[in-house]
């Protein structure tokens, strides 16, 4: 099973303020444990949302609006990508993560849908539509 962990925004993280050398060095001693594990397949920060922007679908109509966007306990601040074999270990693995921002903070754990989740829609060759295109992924990555 694959889980998005999403570590939440905070006023500091939306303020653009970075975290410490110790945080750092912490987090990268998690991520190394998780690599470790054969747990992480991805992960990353991500800038404030006021260098984001955000399109709203309404039938064909699009519109777009640049961050930022007020309501940070809504917003992410980063995530990781990982491969665990129940949601139990995902909040496992969380709860032994460093604090990721000073006070408090909060990070969701969402599991990922997996082709057998969508049941007869998704057909044979939407199957091998979907194998073909993360095929194509992992080459030019």
Do not use: H, Y
Request: proline share 5%.
């Amino acid at each position: 099973m694959r889980f998005m962990i999403l570590v939440k925004a905070t006023k500091d993280s939306e303020a653009g303020i970075m975290p410490s050398e110790q945080l750092l060095t912490e987090m990268g001693r998690f991520n190394e444990a998780l690599v470790k594990a054969g747990v992480m397949l991805a992960g990353e920060g991500l800038q404030p949302s006021s260098k984001g922007a955000r399109v709203k679908f309404s039938g064909d109509t699009r519109t777009v609006t640049d961050g930022p966007f007020t309501e940070t306990k809504e917003l992410v601040a980063g995530f990781w990508l990982w491969r665990c074999k129940s949601r139990e270990e995902a909040i496992e693995w969380v709860t032994r993560c460093p604090n990721p921002m000073p006070g408090e903070s909060e990070i969701e754990i969402r599991q990922v849908f997996e082709a057998e989740d969508f049941g007869a829609e998704f057909t044979p060759e939407l199957r091998e539509r979907e194998e073909r295109l993360r095929e194509d992924i992992a080459r030019k990555t």
